[in-house]
C-alpha cells in the first residue's frame, strides 16, 4: 500500500492560565486559553485574550504563561481542498 502524501507543521502555542470575572456574579476563575505563536509579553497576550474571548467571562490578567509544541498533519488532498490557493506567476 503506498504512502499518502502528507503535509505538515510543528505548530508553537502560548498556553496562557487568565484570571477572569463574571461580571453579573462577581465570581473570578481562572481559565486556560491557547493562543497561536510564542508570546512572551504578558500584557500582549491579555490584549489577544481580549479581542479573541467569546465567553461571557472578562479576562482581568494573565497568571502564567507556558509554551506547547504540536505535530500537525494532514493528507495533502485534504490539505488542498481546505487551502486557500493563489496562483504564482513568474517574476522575469
Not at 498556553?15 to 473570578?28: D, G, H, I, L, Y
Not at 512572551?40 to 490584549?47: R, V
Not at 502564567?64 to 500537525?72: G, H
Amino acid at each position: 500500500m503506498a504512502r499518502k502524501r502528507m503535509v505538515s507543521r510543528t505548530l508553537t502555542v502560548t498556553r496562557c492560565v487568565v484570571m477572569a470575572v463574571n461580571e453579573e456574579t462577581a465570581e473570578v476563575s481562572n481559565i486556560v486559553v491557547d493562543l497561536g505563536g510564542r508570546i512572551e509579553d504578558k500584557k500582549e497576550a491579555l490584549k489577544m485574550v481580549i479581542k479573541n474571548n467569546k465567553s461571557d467571562l472578562t479576562p482581568v490578567t494573565v497568571v502564567s504563561i507556558e509554551y506547547k509544541q504540536f505535530f500537525a498533519h494532514m493528507p495533502e488532498a485534504e490539505f488542498l481542498e481546505y487551502a486557500t490557493l493563489e496562483e504564482l506567476t513568474d517574476a522575469e
